[in-house]
């Protein structure tokens, strides 16, 4: 083993990389530190919300109630459960109760535009103490509340899915908000 000082000018070309991985690192532990202190608060990291097609609507989710974007595991149904309770999957070695909130919510049959390629599970943030996942038809990437406009609330929409926004493109945006979603008795109540 050689344990002589690599030659600068060898190593020139490896430490800019070096740097620059270093810097992307400190950077995302800054914002993990971020995101990690706004969900003790409760407080949104600058208005930043993950936008996602959910049964063909375009939706917001709060970054501090997500935990993580997976691709689509295999669902084994649970019996005697309603049809939006779509079943268990394997998530890290954890058991993931895995929901279809457009069948819950709108009443439709989940079904939207997009490929299974493209669906992913959004899994709650392990602070709602909620081992769940929703089921998305497409991420759509990050996106700013001060960007949009609040628009009328749907009528009738409970709190955790009343507020509406719209974009510069003219598209409105649902707000889904987890923690109140998961303290609404009727989604405590997957089974028959």
């Not at 959910?54 to 005697?80: A, F, K, M, S, Y």
């Not at 009343?162 to 003219?170: L, N, R």
Request: charged share 20%; net charge neutral; proline share 7%.
């Amino acid at each position: 083993m050689d344990n002589r000082a690599p030659d600068s000018a060898a190593d020139g070309a490896a430490a800019p990389a070096g740097t620059e991985r270093r810097s992307r690192l400190r950077q995302y532990q800054v914002q993990l530190l971020e995101r990690m202190q706004a969900a003790k608060t409760g407080a949104n990291v600058g208005g930043r919300e993950l936008g996602v097609l959910i049964g063909g609507r375009p939706c917001l989710l709060d970054l501090t109630q997500i935990g993580e974007i997976v691709p689509p595991q295999p669902v084994t149904p649970v019996p005697l459960t309603r049809d939006w309770y779509q079943g268990l999957a394997n998530i890290r070695g954890n058991l993931t109760g895995v929901i279809d909130l457009a069948r819950y919510q709108w009443q439709g049959d989940g079904a939207d535009d997009t490929t299974v390629s493209e669906r992913r599970f959004i899994t709650f943030a392990p602070g709602l103490g909620f081992n769940c996942a929703l089921l998305a038809g497409r991420v759509l990437g990050l996106r700013k509340l001060a960007d949009m406009q609040a628009a009328p609330p749907a009528d009738g929409a409970p709190a955790w899915c009343g507020h509406q926004f719209d974009d510069a493109e003219g598209r409105s945006w649902t707000r889904i908000d987890l923690a109140q979603l998961v303290r609404e008795p009727a989604f405590l109540q997957v089974g028959y």
